[in-house]
């Protein structure tokens, strides 16, 4: 069974750094065409894709926040971590991590952890 | 950048069927992916590879794609379906950035 849970931080300050992990269970990030990947969802708004990090160490950001973005892996202990530099009251938002894996053409989310709240706050 | 585009909202009676559509510039190239996503809850996958649908998911979801246009295509749709509904795809450039679409609101009264 393939399971995904973020933790990090409720609440941040403005300018502070955020960092997040995905801790996930169920598959190996060593295997060819895994990826773990990173969401957010803005409070009433659409999910927002940012970053991915692939089973080869590849990495992809979102263009708009990829000066701010750094996702990185440790196999050995199953963990996907993100960071967030320079967080502002905008980066308030639910935060989730998903396995992404190979299809027809491209890769996709097939599972989901349940999501972590940051709050950016004075 | 790359962007889809979904209707903002999607009305249906009971047992009717609903069609949620995101449209895309590199959709004939790459394969759209469904998401529901109920009041709360993390997102779940509903429909991959643009017609495919995930173990577990209801034969009443279904999936279609021709063109610049993918359709979610929800077949005597039911209350319990009432649910945000997400595409995602990537752009043809071969770079692995993802996009969502801006969410379909699908309401079934």
């Known amino acids: 069974q393939v399971t995904l849970r973020e933790s990090g931080p409720a609440l941040v300050k403005p300018t502070e750094t955020l960092t997040l992990t995905c801790s996930f269970s169920?598959?190996?990030?060593?295997?060819?065409?895994?990826?773990v990947t990173w969401i957010r969802q803005s409070p009433g708004k659409a999910l927002e894709w940012l970053a991915r990090?692939?089973?080869?160490?590849?990495?992809h950001y979102t263009t708009s926040l990829e000066t701010r973005l750094t996702i990185s892996k440790d196999t050995s202990k199953n963990q996907v971590v993100l960071t967030v530099t320079n967080m502002d009251p905008v980066d308030t938002a639910t935060y989730f991590c998903?396995?992404?894996?190979?299809?027809?053409?491209?890769?996709?989310?097939?599972?989901w952890g349940k999501g972590t709240t940051v709050t950016v706050s004075s | 950048s790359y962007e889809l585009t979904q209707p903002p909202s999607v009305s249906v009676s009971p047992g009717q069927t609903a069609r949620i559509t995101c449209s895309g510039d590199a959709l004939p190239k790459k394969s759209a992916y469904w998401y529901q996503q109920k009041s709360g809850q993390a997102p779940v996958l509903v429909i991959y590879?643009?017609?495919k649908r995930p173990s577990g998911i209801p034969e009443r979801f279904s999936g279609s794609s021709s063109g610049t246009m993918a359709t979610l295509i929800i077949s005597g749709a039911q209350v319990d379906d009432e649910a945000d509904y997400y595409c995602?795809?990537?752009?043809?450039?071969?770079?692995?950035?993802?996009?969502f679409g801006g969410g379909t609101k699908l309401t079934v009264l």
């Open positions: 169920g598959f190996s990030l060593t295997t060819d065409g895994m990826c």
């Open positions: 590879d643009d017609t």
């Open positions: 990090i692939d089973w080869d160490d590849d990495e």
């Open positions: 998903a396995r992404m894996v190979r299809g027809n053409n491209n890769y996709y989310m097939d599972v």
């Open positions: 995602y795809s990537t752009d043809r450039s071969g770079n692995h950035r993802g996009v």
